[in-house]
């Protein structure tokens, strides 16, 4: 390829293409719609699931349960994990398991679970914890403080009904 390739063909004001306008045109007749069937009539439009009239994709998936879109989001994160990432006498937040990479993505908020084994002193903080946490956290000579959630599941709940609005 040659420097001087790089624009060929392209062209910045290009005019419209003018369909429908005779034979010469290259255009005519069918106006680039082909000769029958849905697609060459005025005012056509099809689902964004349509598939050529064979059975969606949609309703050939099963689904099974009730999905309930105002859920609480709750991020789980074991002892172990902690265990790995913290070192002695640390003070596990929020923010210190985002910077670990140890709570990703969005959520309302943060359990930790007791699988796994601790045996460092460490100060955390999260929303809930399992009580085999809390034991565990406790018999390493570490301290539990519990927050509050962000939002109470009302709240929650307004708050989607306006981002809709």
């Known amino acids: 390829m040659q420097l001087n390739d790089v624009h060929r063909g392209i062209q910045k ?13 290259g255009t ?24 050529g009239g064979a059975m969606p994709m949609i309703r050939r998936v099963p689904k099974r349960g009730f999905n309930n879109r ?12 902690l265990n790995e990432a913290f070192n002695d006498g640390d003070n596990v937040t929020l923010e210190a398991l985002a910077a670990k990479d140890l709570a990703k993505g969005t959520f309302d ?7 796994g084994e601790l045996t460092k002193r460490l100060n955390v903080t999260a929303h809930r914890f399992s009580k085999s946490a809390e034991e565990k956290i406790q018999a390493a000579g570490g301290t539990i403080n519990k927050l509050v959630a962000k939002r109470t599941p009302k709240e929650r709940v307004a708050d989607l009904k306006a981002a809709k609005a």
Do not use: C
């Not at 908020?109 to 699988?115: A, Q, T």
């Open 28 to 51: 005519g007749k069918t106006a680039g719609r082909g000769h029958n069937g849905h697609k060459s009539r005025s005012g056509y439009s099809r689902k964004p699931t349509f598939q």
């Open 13 to 25: 004001k290009r005019p419209r293409k003018r369909i429908g306008r005779g034979v010469g045109s």
């Open 70 to 81: 105002w859920a609480q989001v709750v991020f789980a994160v074991n002892v172990d994990r």
């Open 109 to 115: 908020e943060v359990k930790i679970l007791g699988d």
